[in-house]
Every structure is written in structure tokens, then in C-alpha cells.
């Protein structure tokens, strides 16, 4: 079972419009949280990084949160742009070593 | 510079051919990582390099075969390749293995066909 659940699988939104997208991992113990963007056919760009005392933190149109205790950690994109479109990817370190990915969450955004 | 150079792009390999993929980075970073990705699908590990020693292989057959020459190379020798792999190859680099939880710079991929 893969320790890096996200949701959706895949989302179409509308240029302008918010969104969400959800990871809750159960990757012990925790070392922190990144959130990477793949666009088609190209290598993952990192977003944004959580660690264990951080609750929200921002990157222009990009917020991700983090609760600790429920183990979930969201990514939400304000006033999405065509340049949105990629697919959006969880990854959790656990201790020094292991990274674990999730399957990620398909985002277009449609004008 | 922030960049992974990979090259080639695009490859096109026989069952039969004997290729190779190649990594560059001068960030100065001393791990490197080969991953591969299918269609919808997350990276999944290959091989990780720390200090130009390999220190993981996730059990990957023999037919792929890594090099690191140096700090800054990584090579990915390919062998008689079979057509279930062809799929996106990434490099990544990050600072140093040792402190965990690293940032990846990934390369823009090699996208390989085996036919």
C-alpha cells in the first residue's frame, strides 16, 4: 500500500477558478513535504517544501498547508492559469533517506 | 546554474542495441538519482549515487547498467532492452544525501522507446 495517497486522481477546472488538491500520507517518521509540478513530458519542479512546525506556507499563487497531527497536506492554486495545467506531486521524507512519492493529481485548466 | 542536463531527449532503441543516457550537473551537488517514469505514473527510483558511489539499487535488472564518472556525470548503460521499458527517464541531483529530506532538481528526461 503506498504511504502517499492524493486526491483527485485527475481535475479540470476553469482558468480563473481555485482549487485543491489533497495528500495524506502515512510515512513514519516524518522528515518533511514537498510539493513538486510536472509538467507533460518534463522533469518535476519543487513547489514548495513543509516541515514539521509549518502550518501554510505560500509561493505566489501556491499555498500548501500542512496538519501534522492528521497527517494531510493540501496545495491550494488561486486564479488558475492555462500554465497550470501539469500534474501536481506529493513526495514525504521519512528519516534521511527515504523519499516517497505519491501517484499525483492530473490538473487542466481549460480557458 | 540550477540546471540537470539529460541527454539525449528522444531515443529510439532495437531489443539489440546497446545505448546510453546522460546526466550533467554543476551545482556541486554529490547525489544523483536515476529514475524511471511510465505514462500517469509517478518517478520511481532506480539508482542513487552519493559521493560517486552507488549506494542504492532498488532491484533493477542488470540490463541497465550506471556509471558515475565523476561528481557532476551520470551515465544509465542500456542492454538489450526490453519493450515494457520504454518510458521517461529522469536524472535528478540533490545537495547531499546525508542531511535527508532533500530538494530534487530533476533533468527534463529522456524519453525512450524500445520497439
Known amino acids: 500500500k503506498n504511504q502517499v495517497e492524493q486526491s483527485p486522481q485527475s481535475l479540470i477546472i476553469l482558468e480563473g477558478k481555485n482549487c485543491t488538491l489533497q495528500?495524506?500520507?502515512?510515512?513514519?517518521?516524518?522528515?518533511?513535504l514537498r510539493w513538486y509540478k510536472q509538467d507533460t513530458g518534463r522533469g518535476p519542479v519543487s513547489l514548495t517544501i513543509?516541515?514539521?512546525?509549518?502550518n501554510t506556507k505560500s509561493n505566489g499563487r501556491y499555498t500548501a498547508t500542512l496538519d501534522a497531527d492528521t497527517k494531510q497536506s493540501s496545495l491550494h492554486i488561486t486564479a488558475s492559469q492555462l500554465s497550470d495545467s501539469a500534474s501536481y506531486i506529493c513526495v514525504v521524507s521519512a528519516g534521511t533517506n527515504d523519499m516517497r512519492f505519491g501517484a499525483g493529481t492530473r490538473l487542466t485548466v481549460k480557458p | 546554474d540550477t540546471e540537470v542536463t539529460q541527454t539525449p531527449k528522444h531515443l529510439v532503441m532495437g531489443m539489440t542495441n546497446k545505448k546510453s543516457l546522460k546526466c550533467e550537473q554543476h551545482m556541486g551537488h554529490r547525489a544523483m538519482y536515476w529514475y524511471k517514469q511510465k505514462a500517469k505514473k509517478p518517478p520511481e527510483l532506480m539508482f542513487v549515487y552519493s559521493y560517486e558511489k552507488l549506494s542504492i539499487n532498488e532491484s533493477v535488472p542488470s540490463r541497465f547498467s550506471p556509471e558515475c564518472p565523476n561528481s557532476s556525470l551520470l551515465n544509465l548503460h542500456l542492454h538489450a532492452l526490453q519493450p515494457e521499458d520504454s518510458a521517461l527517464y529522469l536524472c535528478?541531483?540533490?545537495?547531499?544525501?546525508?542531511?535527508?529530506?532533500?530538494?530534487?532538481?530533476f533533468g527534463s528526461g529522456t524519453q525512450l522507446s524500445v520497439l
Open positions: 535528478a541531483s540533490s545537495q547531499d544525501r546525508r542531511q535527508g529530506g532533500e530538494k530534487l532538481f
Open positions: 513543509m516541515t514539521f512546525s509549518e
Open positions: 495528500c495524506n500520507y502515512t510515512v513514519s517518521p516524518f522528515s518533511n
